[in-house]
């Protein structure tokens, strides 16, 4: 009997025997692509063209395929498809990006050859793509720039896509190497098969026998087109990425602190690329992505050399001049620490295409509006669990949040972007609308937030009131602090500098200015570091003096925080742009906050994660919410409706036809008639009608 019946048979008898159950001749099969089978059909054994083992599909090339494009249109599509009848677009993209597309095809990339599994992993992006289409204004991934930003990171300033196609390569090698290294890895079980990978004396032959080996070799050398990754790869055969053998260390104790140490290496060189290419700090003192790089080249150059006196094989010398050519260095990387090597290379190539995006030519206005993306802020609402009201968004403000993100033209199919608004400036794209003063908008939003930052300070158990006057006798009337806050000492300055204070009283000034705003001279700074306007502001505010008038009638020039400073006030501006890029004023005042909240019983990390992601959801709902506002006043106004009927404050977006899948011709001309016949006194009634 042959031994894979015997294992049919053994199961089932076990099957039958422990837990009652009858095992279907129909799901029972055997297959081979080099052995001949036909001695099972006298057992009841069905031979087949290919086996599907914890959902992979493990066969002959044409099975393979087959199963894959089913696998695509079940996994993907289907649930594409039940997503998509969800009324709410945050709901939708939420359970897209967590649970549809490239995370539900991961597991396939890891084991399935690279070549075979092209073509599916095509149509998973084409089905993303069009899942990510459907919650933008038609035609919006058009253009190569959108597109590829959907598919980016949340924290390279994209929606949080991943795109298929640029993760077989890697998840192929990183399930090799767990599949061949991890524990219970086939290594172990076979040692000739993992002779064969390292060091295959025929590489044809053992292309023929074996062609997991050439897709091997195919993505290894795909995901070496990275100076970072070929140096890690240099090293790893010179033995000088991992830490210092202890001589009384054993191998469990040895190889997690070489996983620590590898971590910690790849999250320093992510920090200093972060610091050069997302944040644009490029100062003489700070540690470079290439000077990590390099310094690690050198390192492992002299340990090479030292190598050479050895006299290494001719193997081993080609593996550190060909690193390419060896996929036995994916072993050599894992004995050194590095145990997720998917996410490795993933994020290497990440940052190429990142790199790559950002020195992509747009204007100046539109880089600002890039950078000032790329923080925490601008990502919390993207990814926030709408389970309560101040993180749920409606479908206007969620499509105006992403047009805005994607720098989509927020009036597409309007018409309108070449318009004048009422203020006299250009519509554009929309993008006029987040700082027009009609309908004084922006202190609207500075409005709900200093009310919810004053929430937040109460909770922490702080006490505080909103907006008092008289704290300064020079001028009563004026109203320093949007947030007064007494009897909370804070030490400010420094003893190295001799100014050295404790204060109990506060003035928090919140302001919310925008990258892109027309009062700023040097625009071309802001597109090439984040942060810039919130800091600029922080020292405009600290050093403010006030009009020539104004210093006259309270008799000084003195600045608003020596102002404040003689009333022993410490005056503490913290202002947040308006796409969310926080000021380190804001950093350092939103943790002081938490610190105090642990004296009432909160814990001071989840206090910080709570109110950070409510003022972060809260900036993006109001301004998407005076962009809707705005846009529909002015759609309105420009048809010719009466300005009495300019606001509809509870649907802003209701009349704009695109929206509503309306043809925006027949609308316009039957919205306008309602009016020219005397039949639209009522905006919402002529609407209704509509």
């Excluded at 998407?624 to 846009?631: D, F, G, I, L, S």
Aim: aromatic content about 6%; proline content about 4%.
């Amino acid at each position: 009997m042959p031994l894979s019946v015997a294992i049919l048979k053994r199961w089932e008898y076990l099957a039958f025997t422990e837990c009652g159950l009858e095992a279907s001749a129909k799901k029972r099969g055997v297959v081979s692509l080099q052995s001949p089978l036909q001695d099972h059909t006298n057992y009841n054994i069905n031979v087949k063209e290919g086996l599907k083992v914890a959902g992979i599909p493990i066969g002959s090339d044409p099975f393979i395929l087959k199963e894959l494009k089913d696998l695509v249109h079940e996994n993907v599509g289907n649930a594409y498809d039940a997503v998509h009848n969800l009324p709410d677009l945050q709901y939708q993209h939420l359970l897209n990006v967590n649970c549809g597309g490239n995370a539900r095809t991961q597991h396939i990339w890891q084991t399935v050859r690279p070549d075979l599994a092209i073509q599916a992993a095509k149509e998973v992006d084409e089905l993303t793509k069009e899942a990510i289409g459907q919650m933008l204004p038609k035609n919006a991934l058009a253009t190569d720039q959108v597109e590829q930003q959907c598919f980016r990171p949340l924290r390279h300033g994209g929606l949080g896509y991943r795109k298929s196609m640029n993760t077989t390569a890697a998840a192929y090698v990183g399930g090799f190497a767990l599949a061949a290294h991890g524990p219970f890895g086939i290594g172990k079980i076979d040692p000739e098969l993992m002779e064969s990978i390292n060091n295959p004396t025929n590489y044809e032959t053992s292309i023929l026998q074996f062609p997991s080996i050439f897709a091997l070799h195919q993505a290894w050398l795909q995901l070496l087109n990275n100076e970072r990754a070929m140096t890690l790869c240099k090293a790893a055969v010179a033995d000088c990425l991992g830490p210092q053998r202890d001589i009384d260390e054993n191998d469990d104790d040895y190889s997690r602190r070489c996983y620590k140490v590898r971590k910690q290496d790849n999250i320093t060189f992510e920090t200093a690329w972060k610091r050069k290419y997302i944040l644009g700090i490029n100062s003489a003192s700070t540690t470079t992505p290439e000077s990590l790089t390099q310094t690690l080249r050198e390192i492992t150059e002299t340990q090479w050399q030292n190598m050479l006196q050895d006299n290494p094989s001719t193997i081993e010398i080609d593996r550190y001049d060909n690193p390419g050519m060896h996929p036995s260095i994916i072993g050599d990387l894992w004995d050194c620490g590095e145990r997720k090597l998917q996410r490795l290379f993933s994020r290497l190539n990440e940052m190429e295409e990142t790199e790559l995006h950002l020195k992509s030519e747009r204007t100046a206005q539109l880089q600002a509006r890039l950078r000032g993306k790329l923080n925490q802020m601008a990502n919390i609402p993207l990814q926030a669990t709408p389970s309560r009201p101040q993180t749920r968004f409606s479908n206007e403000e969620w499509k105006t949040m992403l047009n805005d993100r994607l720098q989509i033209p927020m009036v597409m199919g309007l018409n309108i972007q070449h318009q004048l608004c009422q203020c006299k400036a250009q519509i554009g794209d929309g993008r006029h609308f987040r700082r027009c003063r009609i309908s004084n908008g922006m202190m609207k939003i500075h409005d709900d937030i200093r009310d919810i930052t004053l929430q937040m300070v109460r909770n922490a158990g702080l006490t505080a009131t909103a907006e008092p006057r008289g704290l300064l006798p020079d001028n009563t009337t004026e109203r320093p602090a949007d947030i007064f806050i007494i009897n909370w000492e804070i030490k400010t300055g420094s003893a190295k500098q001799k100014d050295l204070k404790i204060f109990s009283k506060h003035a928090i000034d919140l302001s919310f200015p925008l990258v892109d705003s027309d009062k700023h001279d040097a625009i071309q700074d802001i597109g090439n570091t984040v942060g810039v306007v919130a800091n600029r502001k922080t020292l405009s505010k600290l050093n403010k003096v006030g009009t020539q008038a104004e210093r006259t009638r309270r008799g000084n020039s003195l600045t608003m925080k020596q102002r404040c400073a003689d009333q022993d006030i410490n005056y503490w501006p913290i202002p947040v742009e308006g796409d969310g890029q926080t000021s380190t004023s804001f950093e350092a005042f939103i943790n002081k906050v938490s610190d105090s909240a642990s004296n009432v019983g909160h814990n001071p990390r989840c206090f910080k994660k709570r109110w950070t992601t409510t003022i972060a959801c809260a900036l993006a709902k109001k301004g998407a919410q005076m962009v809707n506002r705005r846009t529909s006043a002015e759609y309105k106004r420009l048809a010719g409706i009466p300005h009495s009927n300019l606001e509809i404050m509870s649907h802003p977006a209701s009349l704009i036809p695109d929206l509503l899948g309306l043809d925006r011709n027949n609308y316009y001309h039957r919205f306008s008639n309602a009016y020219k016949t005397g039949k639209g006194n009522n905006t919402r009634r002529a609407f209704r009608n509509t």
